[in-house]
């Protein structure tokens, strides 16, 4: 792959695939039973399909050919985790627009019907890259038929900040994975998160983002 040398803070960052679409599919195939009584058969198949296909060969594909400074493959513990897990590794920060963050429409729906977060929730699948162009690597990533978007920027002060709303919040350390979570609930063994859902600590860092 065109891995660039040099530092991954200050560049674009892009994800590939959808936040949770492997804890989708797995819920989904798991408590067939249980969202059924909301969903159609079909809709249900869609939602076990959400986990997309295995292997990241077109996306590796594409990084054959478009520089990148850094990667991580999330999984457990969804997008929160690997954001926590990708600036650990590369001594960087984060600065990362929540609602940029793709997700499927499955993935919402499953994740209101149960209460649980999407972010928190298991996104093998997907990918976190390090770009000095996002916006082209990105297009490139499409080009190939794999879904993509920048959803924010790495940072040298080694802070993770979420903005959603126009307000920033801190990303807190990850709790857990919702999936298993949830899975304990309908099945024994209930485990307790250490801390809340929303995985962003509510102080404030600031007010409006252009301000």
């Known amino acids: 792959m065109s891995k660039k040398e040099g530092s ?3 560049k674009d960052l892009v994800m590939t695939g959808c936040a949770g679409m492997a804890g989708t599919g797995l819920i989904a195939r798991c408590l067939k039973d249980e969202l059924r009584k909301r969903y159609s058969l079909s809709y249900w198949e869609q939602m076990c ?13 594409v990084l054959r050919k478009e520089p990148f400074y850094a990667l991580h493959y999330p999984g457990s513990g969804g997008i929160y985790a690997a954001l926590w897990q990708f600036c650990f590794a590369n001594r960087i920060g984060v600065e990362i627009e929540l609602e940029k963050v793709p997700l499927l429409q499955e993935t919402v729906e499953l994740c209101e019907y ?18 000095e ?16 978007a920048v959803i924010g920027v790495t940072t040298a002060d080694k802070k993770k900040l979420i903005w959603r709303g126009g307000e920033a919040g801190c990303l807190e350390r990850p709790a857990g994975e919702e999936a298993s979570r949830l899975l304990s609930e309908f099945f024994g063994n209930r485990t307790t998160p250490e801390s ?15 301000g």
């Open 114 to 131: 149960f209460d649980i977060n999407p972010y928190a929730f298991d996104s093998a699948g997907s990918m976190l890259i390090a770009a």
């Open 196 to 210: 809340g859902k929303d995985g962003v600590n509510d102080q404030r860092t600031g007010g409006n983002k252009n």
């Open 49 to 61: 399909r959400a986990a997309g296909h295995p292997g990241m060969k077109g996306e590796e594909l």
């Open 8 to 10: 991954p803070a200050g």
């Open 133 to 148: 162009d996002g916006d082209r690597l990105a297009e490139a990533m499409e080009r190939a038929g794999i879904p993509a």
